[in-house]
Every structure is written in structure tokens, then in C-alpha cells.
């Protein structure tokens, strides 16, 4: 008998949180998705990027209620390789705030010592 190995997207990747800082230099730490397999769940802003650029910030409901962001968005996954979420406030004004400030957010770079 020759042993198989199972394939790689039933392996549950290791995933690690990254920090970036956004426009007004808050720091943030976001956690990864899987770029070709993650949905949109309620409560999480997301962060979709290619490379260090954010391309689009929000909600599945800014999709759902917001015709220019759903153009944004679709414009946004035909360019971007890496997405990104954390948990949306649930103050208005606080999502707005955060949506505005992550819009211009960079990663952070490690510097060694």
C-alpha cells in the first residue's frame, strides 16, 4: 500500500494576525483569509489588498445596500490577492471612522535590532 497525502485545501492552514497601521496611525491587527475561498460573513469589516495596497474596506452590507462600494468591491477582488477581517463596530459612526481610516492603512514592518 502507498501511502497518499490528503490535498491541500482540506489541510487547515496556519493562519497568524498582521498588523497594520491606518491613516491617523492607529494600529490594527487584522487576521487573514484564504483570498480564494473566504465569504463574507455579517459583523466583520474586511480588508481586501493587493500587496501593501488596500484596495476596498467594508461590510457585506455596504455590499448588499451600497451601489457604488458593491462596484468598488468587484473592482477590488479582480485586482487584489489578500483579504483581511476583524469585527466591525457596532456604532455607525465608529464603522465609518474605522472604514476611513483603513482605506489609507500600510502593514507594519518589523525592523530588527
Not at 16 to 31: H, M, T
Not at 85 to 113: C, F, K, N, Q, Y
Amino acid at each position: 500500500m502507498v501511502p497518499t497525502l490528503e490535498p491541500t485545501s482540506k489541510v487547515a492552514a496556519f493562519t497568524r494576525s498582521v498588523n497594520w497601521q491606518g491613516k491617523s496611525g492607529r494600529a490594527y491587527l487584522l487576521s487573514p483569509d484564504r483570498f480564494d475561498s473566504f465569504a463574507l460573513v455579517p459583523g466583520n469589516l474586511y480588508v481586501v489588498a493587493s500587496g501593501a495596497l488596500v484596495l476596498w474596506v467594508g461590510s457585506i452590507d455596504d455590499i448588499v445596500n451600497d451601489q457604488q462600494s458593491r462596484a468598488r468591491f468587484r473592482l477590488a477582488m479582480d485586482c487584489a490577492d489578500r483579504v483581511f477581517h476583524l469585527a466591525a463596530p457596532a456604532d455607525e459612526v465608529a464603522r465609518m471612522t474605522l472604514i476611513w481610516d483603513l482605506e489609507g492603512a500600510e502593514p507594519e514592518t518589523l525592523s530588527a535590532a
